[in-house]
């Protein structure tokens, strides 16, 4: 249910086109919380229908031509409800640490290069987060959305630096298993 929410908070900060909302997840709410174009799409006709946004005034899109979106109070009220719910935290499901587990009983043949490769998607994934950091917050801002944004931000930077920690640390057992393989 969090999608309409992304949306909303996402027109909320800048009433934007379907295509401009697509842009920006891909560049920052999509680090944390995916769709699809087509889902994005979708539910801007929901929110639209269920009375969250409306087209912005004054603008009548030709055929061709974006149609922005704004947030009407029903969707910012919505929106707050759903912040101050209570939630638990989701169960996580990682299919790479099912199969490591795995490996523990069937061997681990062919896994390592996996590792390897997720290891460099995360230590990519960790530079693209740090390269946005030192662009986008810079030490001493005081604005309270900023900073908001930015603990969001610090929280992907922690997650990236501990799994480039935790698959080195895998790379390294694997590394002793098949020296003693080998002995």
Known sequence: MSLPHAILTAL???????????????RSIGYFWSATHQQI?????RLESAGHIRALPG??????????????PAGR?????WTAAAQDPKPHRDALLLRLRAAAVVGTAGLEADLRR???????QLAEYEEIEKRDFPPGDDN?????????L??????ETFWTQWLTEALGEMGKMGELEGA
Do not use: C, W
């Not at 799409?41 to 006709?45: A, I, S, V």
């Not at 603008?59 to 922005?68: E, F, L, N, T, V």
């Not at 009220?77 to 409800?81: D, G, I, K, P, V």
């Not at 309270?144 to 969001?152: G, Y």
């Open 12 to 26: 909320l900060e800048k009433p934007s086109s379907g295509l401009d909302l697509t842009r920006r997840f891909d």
């Open 41 to 45: 799409y979708r539910e801007l006709g």
């Open 59 to 72: 603008q009548a899109p030709a055929r061709g031509q974006k149609k922005a979106y704004e947030v009407l």
């Open 77 to 81: 009220a919505e929106l707050a409800r």
């Open 118 to 124: 997720h290891l460099d998607l995360h230590r990519r």
């Open 144 to 152: 309270a959305q900023a900073r908001l944004q930015h603990l969001v």
């Open 154 to 159: 610090r929280a992907g930077i922690e997650l």
